[in-house]
C-alpha cells in the first residue's frame, strides 16, 4: 500500500475490540509495518465503503473475517452491518481512505466515516472528593447524587 497526499504522514482510525475508538497519525515511511502493528498481523482489506471523495477503506490482520483466535469486535461488525455487509469482524482495525481510481493507494481516511463509526467506549470519569469530616464527606456525596438524578 502506497499514499497519494503530499504529507509525510497518513491520518487513519482505529476500532479497538474493547469499543474505543482513535484517531492516529502513521508516517508513510513505516506505513506497512505500523500498520500491521495496529491490527496485529499481515494486513488484509475487509471493506470499503463509498463516501462522497474517497472510499474508507477498513483493514484487519488476516484472521479478521474467520476470527481464529480473536474477540468480536463490535463497533467494526455494526459499521460494516450499517454499509449492508452482514459479517462478523474479529480483532483491532484501522479505516483509512482510498480515492477512486488510484489502484489501491491509500490517503488519508474520510471524516464522514469517522463520523459514522458506534462508539461503544467512553474514558471512564474519575472524581476525588476531599472533606475534612465523614460526615462533610457524606454531604458532598449526597449532593452529586441528587444532581445525578436530575440530568
Not at 497519525?25 to 506505513?31: C, D, M, P, Q, R
Not at 475487509?46 to 483493514?59: C, E, N, S, T, W
Not at 469482524?89 to 471524516?111: A, M, Q, R, T, W
Request: charged share 25%; with cysteine.
Amino acid at each position: 500500500m502506497t499514499t497519494t497526499n503530499n504529507k509525510n504522514t497518513l491520518e487513519a482510525v482505529v476500532i479497538k475490540t474493547n469499543g474505543k475508538v482513535e484517531q492516529k497519525t502513521i508516517l508513510k515511511a513505516v506505513e506497512s509495518e505500523a500498520l500491521q502493528g495496529l491490527v496485529g498481523g499481515l494486513l488484509e482489506i475487509v471493506a470499503k465503503v463509498g463516501f462522497d471523495d474517497r472510499y474508507a477503506v477498513l483493514i484487519g490482520n488476516e484472521e479478521a473475517k474467520c476470527g481464529e483466535g480473536l474477540p468480536i469486535n463490535m463497533a467494526g461488525t455494526l459499521w460494516m452491518n450499517a454499509h449492508g455487509m452482514e459479517q462478523i469482524i474479529h480483532g483491532d482495525l484501522v479505516v483509512v481512505g482510498e480515492k477512486p481510481k488510484s489502484e489501491g493507494e491509500i490517503c488519508d481516511y474520510p471524516e464522514a466515516a469517522f463520523n459514522q463509526i458506534p462508539k461503544l467506549w467512553e474514558e471512564p470519569k474519575i472524581e476525588v472528593f476531599t472533606a475534612d469530616s465523614f460526615d462533610e464527606l457524606m454531604e458532598i456525596m449526597n449532593n452529586n447524587n441528587n444532581e445525578g438524578k436530575n440530568k
